[in-house]
């Protein structure tokens, strides 16, 4: 009795545990399972950023000469260089990774035949589809958040030590990248890209519901071909400029991108949440990115195996 007891127990144990783990939980750690590039390629970024920053110490000697001759401002400028290299890399291979996961999320499952397992399980499409979206709107930001402060705070210590080897004020590497401040910077900045990106993220989801081949094309040329077709018809931009808005208008809603009576000796004074959050393009890419997925999720549920 005794063992049938703790055998029973152990069921309703096992059934008590798996019911803590929500169907959109388990499907998002499936995602992050089955695609090692969401943190191994912004990994591989920051390892080639310190890879250069070690040969960039080795002359160390020499660029402090060069600085010694530049005003005060661009020598901290000269120095922040380095910096913003490496935070410019690791994001924009995070950007071609949420690219290429988005092409391939529903695609795939239906190439390769999976999406008639999947879909036996009592998971509804809804969930399918917001946990693979979820990997460019939320998991994908915060590796490169962390990866990013990881490799800041490396160079940081490496460029410490070397300046401390040779005589020089390690003061001024820390004043030309100040980690706290830098690090809110980065973290605001990831989330107003990530927020004004959500129509494009949600196109490339629907295209990879509804693709029966060649997905990457039906991605990028109908967008192209629509603004080469207004330009050799009407010979406006109109819709080339909308799509560059939308690539990279972020930079000019959410920051100062000049000199507005800030302190530019302070980062946290290019900052501008408030015009943001007002800016009308956010909102509409939000409900088109929304309308987007929505389109993926109906898709998902028509869509058999290719």
Not at 78 to 103: D, E, K, R, S
Not at 160 to 188: C, D, H, I, R
Not at 281 to 295: N, Q
Request: with cysteine; charged share 15%.
């Amino acid at each position: 009795m005794s063992t049938a007891s703790e055998t029973m127990s152990a069921i309703s144990s096992s059934e008590q545990s798996t019911r803590a783990v929500s169907p959109f939980a388990w499907s998002v750690r499936r995602e992050i399972w089955e695609h090692r590039s969401i943190y191994i390629a912004p990994l591989v970024a920051a390892g080639l950023v310190l890879f250069g920053f070690l040969i960039r110490i080795f002359r160390l000697s020499e660029t402090m000469k060069l600085l010694s001759q530049l005003k005060p401002e661009e020598q901290h400028m000269a120095v922040a260089v380095p910096f913003g290299i490496a935070a410019l890399a690791i994001c924009v291979t995070g950007l071609i990774v949420a690219f290429f996961y988005c092409l391939g999320a529903l695609y795939n499952e239906r190439r390769d035949r999976s999406i008639l397992f999947w879909k036996s399980l009592p998971v509804s499409n809804t969930t399918v589809v917001l946990s693979k979206a979820a990997i460019p709107f939320v998991v994908l930001p915060i590796v490169l958040f962390v990866t990013v402060l990881a490799t800041h705070l490396v160079m940081l210590a490496l460029g410490t030590a070397a300046l401390a080897a040779t005589g020089q004020n390690a003061g001024l590497l820390w004043e030309s990248w100040p980690f706290f401040k830098m690090a809110l910077v980065l973290a605001y900045g990831l989330v107003a890209a990530t927020l004004w990106y959500a129509p494009i993220w949600g196109w490339v989801l629907i295209v990879s519901s509804w693709a029966r081949s060649m997905a990457i094309l039906w991605a990028v040329l109908p967008p192209l071909g629509l603004c080469l077709a207004e330009r050799i018809a009407t010979d406006t931009g109109y819709l080339s400029g909308l799509l560059d808005y939308r690539l990279n208008g972020y930079l000019h809603e959410a920051f100062y991108v000049k000199d507005h009576g800030k302190d530019i000796g302070d980062p946290l004074t290019l900052l501008a949440p408030a015009h943001y959050l007002s800016t009308p393009g956010l909102w509409a890419g939000l409900v088109v990115g929304a309308a987007f997925i929505a389109g993926a999720i109906w898709l998902r549920r028509s869509r058999e195996a290719i």
